[in-house]
């Protein structure tokens, strides 16, 4: 589930806008396009602004709903910048039942945003992910490509110091 999160104003280089138009170009008028444009966009920017899928729309003549129900249908697609360093909490059944619903909270605590936010410095974005196969250290989270687990809350304040 997609959340709110701090308001990052969209920036793009000229870099960026040229190689998105070369994407666009690349496949206008193919049939289902759509999907790589898409990728290939989130590949760019890393993630898909309403300024891109807007440009997006125009460029292959498609409605801008349709470019926002793909993106929002699949899970692949972000619709809002990862921090530097991605915080992911397991919220699968055995991490929760361990305790990761309390990690959460903590750590929306912590560092001042809500699941699927990112701090006002872009140093942290925070989401709740599903089974991330490490039921064994549960609960467990990430940060970046860190795994940490068997956690309690009044550890995450120390982990977060390392970044």
Known sequence: M???MT???FTETVEQKAKLDEIIAAHKGEAGALMPVLQKAQDVYGYLPKE?????A????IPVSEVYGVVTFYAQFLLNPKGQHPVAV???TACYV???GLLMEKLEQLLGIKNGGITEDLKFSLDATRCIGACGLAP???IGEDVYGRLEPNQLEGILAKY
């Not at 891109?52 to 997006?56: E, S």
């Not at 125009?58 to 003549?61: N, P, V, W």
């Open 7 to 9: 308001t990052v104003a």
């Open 98 to 100: 361990k305790g990761s």
């Open 2 to 4: 997609k959340k709110s």
């Open 52 to 56: 891109v899928q807007d440009r997006i």
């Open 140 to 142: 467990v989270l990430t």
């Open 58 to 61: 125009a460029g292959l003549e």
């Open 90 to 92: 397991c919220l699968g």
